[in-house]
């Protein structure tokens, strides 16, 4: 398989694993989300990113639809966002301002 193949497989097993905590198995609770980032985002360049407030800052974004949880198509665009936010530290590009 692939390093493309094994991210995404990986990215929907890591939903799957904690989406499935409560009756909701096709989507994140407030602290499904919580527990995630808690327990997933262990490397200091994306922990410090994130306190208690911002999960429920990231659930009200992330939210698209409305229902109080984040299903996959949102749980994705959370990822994106890290990636990105990854990807402008490591090339040391800093705010809006800069161009991609």
Do not use: W
Request: proline share 1%.
């Amino acid at each position: 398989m692939s390093r493309l193949e094994q991210t995404v497989v990986s990215l929907v097993e890591l939903f799957e694993e904690y989406a499935g905590q409560d009756e909701q198995k096709n989507k994140l609770s407030s602290a499904e989300l919580k527990q995630l980032l808690e327990k997933e985002l262990s490397s200091p360049e994306f922990k410090k990113k994130f306190n208690e407030e911002d999960v429920g800052e990231a659930m009200k974004t992330l939210d698209k639809n409305h229902d109080g949880a984040v299903n996959i198509r949102e749980f994705c665009q959370l990822v994106g966002l890290l990636a990105k936010g990854y990807y402008r530290q490591k090339k040391g590009k800093g705010g809006k301002d800069d161009q991609e």
